[in-house]
């Protein structure tokens, strides 16, 4: 399966705005859930947002609760995700893909599906 191909990062200051983009190449994201992943240097990679196609439940970790918000658009076969509020500590390369998230069953973080793909870098500094 060809990795999702993620789009959207870039520099910004504290406090400021980022929407990055998730879009599948050759098959639809709506049967598929759809999940944000992020790594920082030095340590794991770890789920940040995932989206389910067919009750569009929605899942975020403790860390972006508030400040991040996670989409779909059919018709462009792209999922985003609207980044506010940006800390440094979200500094990372930001990384789409397949996974396993439902309404009363909550967000699988280890159910990956298909390969990585090139992730996005964002850079949040002053």
């Known amino acids: 399966q060809v990795p999702l191909v993620e789009s959207g990062g870039g520099l910004v200051q504290p406090g400021g705005s980022l929407r990055l983009s998730c879009v599948a190449s050759?098959?639809?994201?709506?049967?598929?859930?759809t999940g944000w992943f992020r790594q920082a240097p030095g340590k794991e990679r770890e789920g940040v947002s995932c989206?389910?196609?067919?009750?569009?439940?929605?899942y975020y970790s403790d860390s972006v609760k508030g400040r991040f918000t996670i989409t779909r658009d059919n018709e462009k076969n792209t999922v985003y995700l609207q980044m506010s509020s940006l800390k440094p500590e979200d500094t990372a390369v930001y990384y789409c893909?397949?996974?396993?998230?439902?309404?009363?069953?909550?967000?699988?973080?280890?159910?990956?599906?298909?390969?990585w793909g090139q992730g996005t870098q964002v850079t949040v500094s002053s």
């Open positions: 989206i389910n196609p067919g009750d569009e439940t929605t």
């Open positions: 893909i397949h996974t396993k998230c439902k309404k009363g069953m909550g967000w699988d973080t280890s159910a990956l599906f298909g390969s």
């Open positions: 050759g098959f639809t994201l709506d049967y598929y859930s």
